[in-house]
């Protein structure tokens, strides 16, 4: 992982880990000070419950910091690092979608800008994050009209260090050409299914 190691060494034990992550679990994230299990879905500090009736998983960069679910995260400068082997977009219409997964040429970790929250309610306590998305470039707009957030890792100590106020200089400076993209089974499309082969890429020739 190389100097990833070094900003990712703070790995919490009690987050979830696999290749069919969905929304709602604990993922491993990481803010200026430490790796956090996060609830993958921002709760804000105003809500009475630690859920939310909306989906907060994804934050569109172009309304992160006016919705009132980020705003509060966005004003605090409240960064956070999620790093994954990749992520899953599908292409084709209803219920019969094509998966593919996206991730580095050099298989180092893919890590995307996040805000993180920490809802407090009585003796409840509860970390939380969502992952920053914005219009696809390049090579994945193709693939879907969004992508997330992706950092390097100079950008990704920025994000961390120097908060929002680096965020139009990380929009535009995206390195997509290190991404790479291809189709795998439609197995991944069942929360049930769990496995490294779900991310494997399909044979030429073979039916998902």
């Known amino acids: 992982m190389g100097q990833w190691s070094d900003l990712l060494e703070d790995w919490p034990e009690d987050a979830e880990l696999g290749y069919n992550i969905a929304p709602t679990q604990m993922i491993p994230a990481f803010n200026a000070e430490h790796g956090l299990a996060m609830r993958w879905g921002i709760v804000p500090p105003w809500s009475k419950e630690p859920s939310t009736k909306y989906a907060t998983f994804n934050a569109r ?11 509060h995260a966005w004003n605090k ?13 599908w292409q084709g219409t209803k219920g019969n979608k094509q998966p593919f997964f996206i991730r580095p040429e050099n298989e180092e970790p893919l890590v995307m800008a996040g805000l993180w929250e920490h809802w407090r309610q009585n003796e409840q306590s509860l970390y939380s994050c969502t992952i920053i998305t914005q219009a696809s470039s390049g090579k994945l707009e193709d693939l879907h009209s969004r992508m997330p957030l992706i950092l390097e890792f100079d950008q990704a100590e920025q994000w961390l260090n120097d908060g929002v106020s680096v965020f139009e200089q990380l929009l535009t400076n995206q390195n997509i050409e290190r991404l790479k993209f291809y189709p795998v089974d439609k197995a991944v499309n069942r929360s049930s299914q769990e496995g490294e082969h779900l991310i494997e890429p399909l044979a030429a020739g073979e039916s998902a």
Do not use: H
């Open 77 to 89: 400068s409240q960064t956070c690092l999620i790093p994954a082997v990749g992520y899953y977009e």
């Open 61 to 71: 960069s172009e309304s992160v910091a006016d919705k009132p679910a980020f705003r």
